[in-house]
């Protein structure tokens, strides 16, 4: 009885003693044992961030990628100053009378607000002032009005001509209406060069001015170039590309908008 007894003890002790050592070799398994874990870096919205990237154009927006090993994430900032695209100031007049700068002085478009500086300034021009036109009394007054554009072919765009002498080539202008031009038709010898004898017309509204049109949810900020003398005061004929900057449909007509005549900003 007595041996019977020790046999059956020692089996329960075997048993027990085998159990715990099953469940120490499977928390090993599960948890890892004693090893050392390495947590993935966190960004502080928890996204796990490995390498980024920038790519930068003077130009155009700046891209930044991020890559987590599965997702993507692109983040686009467009050259700004204050939250708008502003063209470059360029002082390389060779350069700036060519067909291939002015057909491409553009805004981005995937920005809200933009403002194409004038082709010219004043100073490149050599005509500063005027006594000539009407302008003066519409500017810094925001209006209700509407805009349009005129569709020229390439024979038509010149880079000389047109209502200010200034061609109709840069991209991205404006044409205003009658009212907002003198009586008096007058046009002086400018300092340009790239043709003989360049003439531009001697009026306020064609020495630095420019248009501010508020359509939607974009601002757009460019030169007055040109004329389109039929048209009120509060009525702009704008270049093709301008238009299509504001609005993507070419056949939506006239397009209402708040418009502000202005000096051109520096």
Not at 90 to 103: H, L, R, V
Not at 181 to 192: A, H, M, P, Q, T
Request: net charge positive; proline share 6%.
């Amino acid at each position: 009885m007595k041996r019977l007894f020790t046999i059956i003890f020692i089996t329960v002790i075997l048993c027990t003693f085998s159990s715990e050592q099953q469940v120490k070799d499977n928390s090993k398994k599960h948890c890892g044992g004693n090893k050392k874990q390495t947590l993935p870096t966190k960004h502080s919205n928890n996204v796990e961030i490995s390498t980024t990237k920038t790519q930068t154009n003077n130009k155009h927006p700046t891209t930044t990628k991020t890559n987590n090993g599965n997702n993507v994430f692109l983040t686009t900032k467009t050259p700004t100053n204050n939250g708008k695209y502003v063209s470059p100031i360029n002082t390389n007049m060779n350069e700036k009378i060519t067909f291939s700068y002015q057909d491409n002085v553009l805004c981005p478009p995937n920005v809200n607000e933009c403002y194409i500086r004038p082709l010219y300034t004043p100073q490149e021009t050599g005509v500063e002032n005027s006594n000539a036109g009407t302008i003066d009394q519409y500017l810094n007054k925001p209006m209700k009005g509407n805009f349009t554009f005129h569709a020229y072919k390439p024979s038509e765009k010149f880079t000389y001509g047109g209502a200010c002498g200034l061609g109709v080539r840069y991209a991205m202008h404006a044409g205003v209406g009658g009212p907002l031009w003198g009586k008096n038709d007058g046009w002086v010898r400018s300092k340009l060069n790239d043709i003989p004898n360049h003439y531009i017309r001697d009026d306020k509204v064609c020495i630095n001015k420019c248009v501010k049109i508020e359509y939607q949810n974009k601002i757009l900020t460019i030169p007055i170039m040109d004329s389109t003398m039929n048209f009120d005061y509060n009525e702009l004929d704008l270049s093709e590309e301008a238009f299509k900057w504001l609005e993507k449909n070419p056949f939506s007509g006239q397009r209402p908008a708040t418009i502000t005549f202005m000096n051109c900003p520096t």
